[in-house]
């Protein structure tokens, strides 16, 4: 799925996140794809919540005041080593515990 050397992370917040709308629809084969290409695609980890992750999730929301699902997703990046996060969300550009990247900065060039 990704390209290059490109290799990303992310949680199974994102497998949440994404699964409500095909269940909602009832799109069992949706929602199939998505665990497939969330779980399974080379390049792409999704890391599950351990209790680490949570911790440290607990220190971003209280240093940065941010959204308990981003402090996850940030923990993640954090503790397993990656070097960029990548958004839509510019309010998370305060976070200085990794290098934020808003989709929208690259977009408008």
Avoid: C, W
């Avoid at 959204?67 to 976070?95: H, R």
Wanted: proline content about 3%.
């Amino acid at each position: 799925m990704l390209g290059g050397n490109t290799e990303a992370i992310t949680s199974t917040i994102t497998l949440l996140e994404v699964l409500v709308q095909p269940f909602k629809t009832k799109n069992e084969t949706l929602a199939e794809r998505y665990r497939e290409t969330l779980l399974y695609s080379e390049g792409l980890t999704t890391f599950e919540i351990l209790h680490e992750v949570s911790e440290m999730a607990s220190k971003l929301r209280a240093k940065h005041s941010i959204k308990t699902p981003d402090a996850i997703q940030i923990a993640v990046g954090v503790l397993y080593g990656s070097e960029k996060f990548v958004t839509n969300d510019p309010a998370l550009k305060k976070v200085s515990d990794i290098n934020v990247l808003v989709l929208d900065d690259f977009l408008k060039k």
